[in-house]
């Protein structure tokens, strides 16, 4: 029997994805909560995507399709948000699927806590559906969403920075909007979305089948843009100095150090005017932040993150890395 309440709109973001809309809408459409608005925002694409879509507004009422001219994904979530009536809202990425009882677990979470943001655990699968084993780090718990933002900070706390296994009372989102052009777009809202819950609640539920294939905006992404990371946390700290939680920052610039120097070896040292200006606009950024919250320095760090291009260079020459 179908579950009843209060609108639930979900958004997804639509592009070359032909291989897998049919069964991502398919799972959404087969939700045992009933009462949906799915809003599905072709993004461009120039495969079937737009003619699958159009099918599927005809078959159920629930479903609203945007055609736009290609934005990338944060724009595309951000016309949904724009149009979004429900007083609870939902993401799903199109190339992968949920659990038919997923919002339905989601929002009796949600009601029975009073929370303002609902989270369940996920789970990866090849295109074939194949689980792939990982232990889960979610629990069912209740908590605050300044203490939540401490779980940001964890080693496998990815569970709480992605967006899609999660679902939203409209007001936390009223003032949110995804920055456009960027990738690891999830990391630059998260935190804003955190601090205004009064309470989140947790569900341990694989609920949200996260598929692993080739051609991914992330498995597709290499030199430069890896650095929007870097610039997501680097927001996220100050984010944390100036809304009373500093006591995360320690933790939080110990892992912002170590993916920035993981991710800056990745770049390109030899690239174009522009790809340059960013590696340097994310080297000031981290440069500001790590010099000046970081005692005690020690000549070769002091060096290496004051001339980033310099030591990444002779570094990549001394182990023969390539430039390009």
């Not at 179908?2 to 939700?31: D, F």
């Not at 009462?35 to 599927?56: F, H, K, Q, R, T």
């Not at 939902?90 to 699927?97: L, T, V």
């Not at 999660?166 to 804003?192: C, M, Q, S």
Request: net charge positive.
């Amino acid at each position: 029997m179908a579950v009843t309440g209060e609108l639930i709109s979900i958004i997804v973001p639509i592009y070359k994805v032909e291989k897998y809309l049919e069964k991502c809408i398919q799972s959404i459409v087969r939700q045992t909560y009933a009462n949906l608005e799915i809003i599905l925002v072709d993004d461009g694409s120039p495969d079937l995507c737009p003619e699958i879509c159009d099918m599927w507004e005809k078959k159920d009422s629930r479903i609203k399709v945007i055609h736009k001219k290609n934005g990338g994904l944060s724009d595309a979530r951000n016309a949904g948000l724009s149009i979004a009536k429900g007083e609870y809202i939902g993401f799903i990425d199109s190339d992968d699927y949920i659990e038919c009882d997923m919002y339905e677990r989601l929002y009796i979470a949600l009601k029975a806590d009073n929370a303002d943001l609902a989270i369940c655990d996920y789970e990866k699968v090849t295109e074939s559906g194949e689980v792939l084993s990982e232990a889960s780090t979610i629990k069912s718990e209740l908590f605050s969403g300044k203490s939540g933002l401490e779980k940001l900070t964890e080693s496998g706390g990815v569970h709480y920075l992605t967006v899609w296994n999660k679902l939203y009372t409209k007001e936390i989102l009223e003032d949110i909007r995804f920055p456009v052009g960027k990738i690891h777009e999830d990391e630059f809202i998260i935190h804003k979305v955190f601090i205004k819950c009064a309470r989140i609640v947790s569900i341990d539920y694989k609920a949200y089948k996260y598929v692993q294939r080739s051609g991914s905006i992330i498995s597709g992404t290499k030199g430069v843009k890896t650095l929007d990371l870097i610039d997501a946390w680097c927001q996220r700290f100050d984010f944390y100095k100036s809304n009373d939680v500093a006591q995360y920052c320690p933790k939080l610039l110990a892992a912002i150090v170590a993916m920035y120097t993981e991710r800056r070896l990745l770049v390109p040292e030899i690239c174009n005017f522009k790809e340059r200006k960013r590696i340097f606009e994310i080297d000031k950024m981290f440069k500001d932040i790590y010099l000046k919250n970081t005692k005690n320095l020690s000549l070769k760090a002091r060096l290496k993150y004051t001339f980033p291009s310099i030591w990444f260079f002779a570094y990549k020459v001394k182990k023969k890395m390539p430039l390009r």
